[in-house]
């Protein structure tokens, strides 16, 4: 099995980074994709940053108001069912 060719780069005097354009495509990355640096015992790790911040859920939950009474999970199971219907007869 050969040895998969070893790709380079040189860090400019700005201290930027190209990758290499199969490394981009492969990875889906395009011009403007943020990414998390990390430093590991091996190298340097790049990541997509996650698209929202991460949140725990004592952060979030009751957030929104309601009014009226809560429904029961038979009304949300209900619900639910309901709008699959509508969506699959393309309503």
Known sequence: MPMPERLTTTVSTKGQVILP????RALSWEAGT???VESTPEGVLLKPAPIFAETRGDEVFGC???DGAPRSLA????????EARRRHAGG
Do not use: N, P
């Open 64 to 66: 929104l108001a309601c």
């Open 21 to 24: 354009k199969t490394i981009r």
């Open 75 to 82: 009304d949300m199971e209900a619900g639910i069912s309901a």
């Open 34 to 36: 943020r990414l998390v």
